[in-house]
């Protein structure tokens, strides 16, 4: 990142929070999406993010790599208590204009309906682990992470981040065979199907 | 653990799980949350709340040359911790209302009854693209219908003359879940501990990377004190933490959404003073508000009217 975007982010020049919400939206839209199995949700999250990003932009050091990190580290915590980050950016929230009721393309539907079914198999072996493992696997298996950088995302030591990979991997093994296949896969995680399929509502408080 | 075993793990990890479907947001969603985002900005940029260089000033121990993502741990651990408290002042003032509150009587509570929590509550409304033209819109009354034993099952907030189920917003729920520390119920916070530095040390644990570390403890135990009913050796053990979270101060006159006056115990974060008001004569939590320092504005406030419980989302008590 060019020093000088960094420094007017730390700043507060809105301009460049417009160039990091262009920049890493999408991967903040993912992580949301993995975490809380839902699109609505997902799209709050992004906005939260970078509602969050804004208020904690003191914080950042002026020197050093990527803003990426931070913002998926507050993403996790966004994720963690949507209810509360809501409630902190209720006014602003309440101003986003609500989504078209019709998708635009038709394609674009029937690429959500492939994506919905691919996150359910996603949100059945995830719902088997805790949501510390859960965050972590977001974080370093699915945004490329490296385990100290994940550490320094949550706030937790790099020993806690492989010790919960660790043991969300003894757990997937014992769901999973080895030499599993995707389209296979459904059948041999347990998950709790009624709960990942239930239509999950924003809780607004 | 070197390196090459970092990447066999996650690896692994990788194989084991399904492929998740990344993807970017829907077509012209992007635009409209950054044109959303833009426009909160420039409502949130006045030039006289805190600046984050001024802020940096007044606390040089907090600046400090590090790699931007270490600097979240640095912070974390220059932040005065449990030993300097409250003011002697709140100190005073939270051991009399935890008093207060413990001598409450218990409720019985059966797991299939409803939390009921009326409050009148007051939100800041700003017109146009500019912070200067915002008006606190008239209090309204809110109420909130939450299971006391488990998250799964809905609830219900009526608000606005509007009526919105109350589902738990992830998908990754073991059912019934008797909900965490940021969305608690009953029967969860009956099972917290009544030792203060306990109960912060857990709450803190809890907001793990939430920065900074006293403003978060304090909005946490202000949710569970507010919109939540907690027993009251819980309640009193959540007063008693909060009198051991550094910054927390006392604001002799306050006023909650319904104009009730009462004292209130604060905490300043970034120019805006939270407040939570209690009665001056029965030292019962009465509302709460949130005023900008940096205007004098009030940006935010509430005012509880009853709590009960009740057997169905939606019956009101009595």
């Known amino acids: 990142m060019e020093p000088n975007l960094r420094a007017g982010i730390r700043a507060g020049d809105p301009d460049a929070f417009g160039l990091l919400f262009d920049e890493h939206a999408r991967a903040v839209y993912n992580l949301g999406f993995r975490l809380t199995a839902n699109w609505s949700a997902a799209e709050d999250v992004v906005s939260l993010t970078f509602l969050e990003a804004w208020r904690l932009r003191a914080r950042i050091d002026p020197a050093g790599e990527s803003l990426r990190p931070w913002l998926l580290g507050i993403a996790v915590n966004v994720c963690r208590n949507l209810a509360r980050a809501s409630r902190r950016h209720q006014a602003a929230m309440s101003r986003i204009p609500p989504p078209p009721v019709v998708p635009d393309f038709a394609d674009e539907l029937a690429g959500r309906l492939d994506d919905t079914a691919a996150l359910q198999l996603v949100t059945e072996a995830l719902g088997a682990l805790r949501r510390g493992e859960r965050e972590i696997i977001a974080l370093c298996v699915w945004s490329d992470l490296d385990y100290a950088t994940a550490a320094q995302a949550l706030g937790v030591p790099v020993g806690t981040v492989r010790s919960r990979l660790s043991r969300a991997r003894r757990r997937l093994r014992t769901l999973v065979p080895a030499d599993r296949e995707p389209a296979h896969g459904r059948e041999q995680v347990p998950g709790n199907r009624a709960n990942a399929a239930r239509p999950s509502w924003e809780k607004e408080r | ?318």
């Open chain 2, 1 to 318: 653990m070197n390196a090459d075993d970092s990447r066999r793990d996650l690896a692994e990890l990788a194989r084991l799980l399904p492929d998740p479907a990344g993807h970017d947001l829907p077509a012209g969603r992007h635009l409209v949350l950054k044109e959303h985002l833009m426009s909160e900005l420039r409502i949130a940029d006045r030039p006289t709340a805190g600046s984050p260089v001024r802020r940096r000033r007044r606390k040089p121990a907090i600046v400090v040359a590090v790699a931007m993502a270490a600097a979240v741990a640095v912070v974390l651990a220059l932040l005065p911790r449990g030993t300097s408290g409250a003011s002697p002042a709140a100190m005073r003032l939270l051991a009399k209302i935890a008093a207060a509150a413990g001598a409450q009587p218990i409720a019985h509570v059966r797991n299939n009854q409803f939390s009921y929590i009326s409050s009148w509550v007051s939100y800041q409304i700003c017109q146009g693209g500019s912070g200067n033209n915002c008006v606190m819109e008239k209090p309204h009354e809110r109420q909130i219908w939450q299971s006391v034993s488990n998250q799964c099952v809905t609830g219900l907030v009526r608000e606005y003359a509007q009526d919105t189920p109350l589902t738990f917003s992830s998908n990754y729920l073991h059912c019934p879940y008797p909900g965490d520390i940021h969305d608690p119920t009953y029967r969860f916070l009956q099972r917290l501990p009544t030792n203060p530095r306990a109960l912060l040390g857990l709450i803190e644990r809890e907001m793990q990377g939430q920065l900074p570390r006293p403003e978060e403890a304090f909005t946490t135990i202000g949710d569970l004190i507010g919109e939540a009913i907690a027993p009251p050796a819980v309640s009193a053990a959540l007063y008693r933490a909060a009198a051991l979270i550094p910054g927390v101060t006392v604001v002799a006159n306050a006023t909650d959404a319904i104009g009730r006056h009462g004292v209130a115990v604060a905490f300043t974060y970034q120019d805006t003073r939270t407040e939570w008001i209690f009665s001056s004569k029965t030292l019962q939590y009465l509302g709460s508000r949130s005023v900008d320092l940096a205007t004098g504005a009030t940006n935010g406030m509430s005012a509880v009217t009853q709590r009960a419980f009740v057997d169905r989302a939606g019956q009101l008590p009595g």
